[in-house]
């Protein structure tokens, strides 16, 4: 009954407040403990272009790896912020829990790397976090050990929001994009389009993370969006394009509260912009639509090869 609950509770507040403030030490918390899920995809799944094969995904609970290899057999991963729980179920047909509750990093690294062994999985990973400005071994770091279960569930509610929208706003372009992943390095959900052009170098320069990296994920010219939770008091929603093309910075974007960070090289908006408004889906498509135009417009992508409406390409129903 309880979590029937609260899944209901969850789908009544499509847009849910959560001031970042009140929720810093668990997202910092659980930004560990996803770094140390995600590193367990990226040590086994095989390698696909801009690392496509380590995001993690929202689910109709939490996030999950989606079906991982390991020799003959596949397992999954999910965060189930519904009942707090790590499930790690494998194809054989066993599974185990690791509780999702107040404790440490290294703790949490401990009890799943145990329960994988249990399933007999044996999956070394890089033991150190990555896109953070301190990078604590996950098995000595006592310092982040805090997690609320309803923060943990209103972050996930933000996230199938964000999804949703930056779903259908995927559903328009034909030409190259990812899905809608989470990438657990810098804790935020992404979609990017490409215009079929390859990219300058990338010089790199992200925290903890080596420079190679980054010009694989760079390597062709691209518009990215997404949604993460800080820079604004509730998160905030961003698109940037690479190679930042003349005039992007000034380009006319929607909605009004929108604007370009001279700082940060993107256009933001804040997500209690977007869950204020009268209407949230529209504010944050509008958003997103004039941000790739920036990209799209001042680079002179092929847009009419690039996109299409889904409405036209179905089939009847």
Not at 115 to 129: H, R
Not at 233 to 252: K, N, R, V, W
Request: aromatic share 12%; with cysteine.
């Amino acid at each position: 009954m309880t979590s029937t609950q609260n899944v209901r509770s969850g789908r009544a507040e499509t847009w849910p407040s959560l001031p970042v403030d009140e929720w810093a030490a668990t997202r910092d918390t659980l930004h560990m403990w996803t770094q140390i899920v995600g590193k367990i995809r990226l040590a086994l799944a095989p390698m696909v272009n801009h690392w496509w094969q380590v995001p993690l995904y929202v689910s109709p609970r939490g996030l999950t790896t989606s079906a991982i290899p390991y020799r003959a057999n596949l397992f999954d991963m999910e965060f189930d912020f519904i009942e707090h729980q790590l499930r790690i179920r494998s194809s054989g047909g066993d599974q185990r829990q690791v509780a999702l509750e107040p404790k440490s990093v290294a703790s949490f690294y401990r009890e799943t790397t145990t329960a994988l062994a249990e399933l007999e999985i044996e999956v070394p990973i890089w033991p150190d976090p990555v896109e953070v400005q301190r990078a604590i071994p996950f098995a000595d770091d006592t310092k982040h050990a805090s997690y609320n279960p309803e923060h943990a569930r209103r972050f996930w509610a933000q996230l199938t929001a964000a999804h949703q929208v930056i779903s259908q706003f995927r559903s328009r372009f034909i030409g190259k994009t990812s899905p809608v992943h989470f990438f657990w390095g810098s804790m935020d959900l992404a979609c990017t389009r490409f215009s079929g052009r390859p990219a300058p170098r990338h010089p790199g320069g992200a925290l903890n993370l080596g420079n190679w990296v980054m010009v694989e994920a760079y390597s062709h010219e691209l518009s990215s969006c997404g949604f993460w939770p800080g820079g604004s008091q509730e998160g905030t929603f961003y698109s940037y394009a690479y190679p930042e093309p003349e005039g992007y910075a000034e380009h006319p974007v929607k909605p009004q509260a929108a604007a370009y960070s001279t700082e940060f090289g993107e256009f933001l908006l804040p997500y209690e912009a977007v869950r204020t408004a009268a209407d949230p889906e529209q504010s944050l498509l509008n958003f997103l639509q004039t941000t790739y135009e920036a990209a799209a417009d001042n680079a002179n992508w092929y847009r009419d090869a690039l996109e299409d409406r889904p409405e036209r390409r179905a089939a009847p129903r």
